[in-house]
């Protein structure tokens, strides 16, 4: 039984870390990049919460946040397995 929990929480710690780190990529790279003058000076002059960058931002950044959290409960499972009997 523990060598099926470590499996599983190393695939889950592989599969949550990878992801994580991607999605937390793709959240970071519009703002790195300065974008099209136009369509910057158009989403400037709505509010903060209904433009389209800040929305994809912070749903890239809970996506990415519960792939860690799944990386973690593989941390988890990693644990549990090695000192089950």
């Known amino acids: 039984m523990g060598f099926l929990l470590v499996g599983c929480g190393l695939t889950a710690l592989a ?3 990878w992801r994580g780190y991607a999605l937390a990529r793709e959240a970071l790279a519009p703002l790195v990049h300065t974008g099209d003058p136009t369509r910057t000076a158009i989403e400037a002059a709505r509010p903060v919460h209904s433009r389209f960058r800040v929305r994809l931002f912070a749903r890239r950044v809970t996506a990415a ?11 988890y499972l990693i644990q549990a397995g090695s000192v089950a009997p």
């Open 15 to 17: 599969i949550g870390g």
């Open 65 to 75: 946040a519960a792939w860690l959290v799944v990386a973690l409960y593989g941390l």
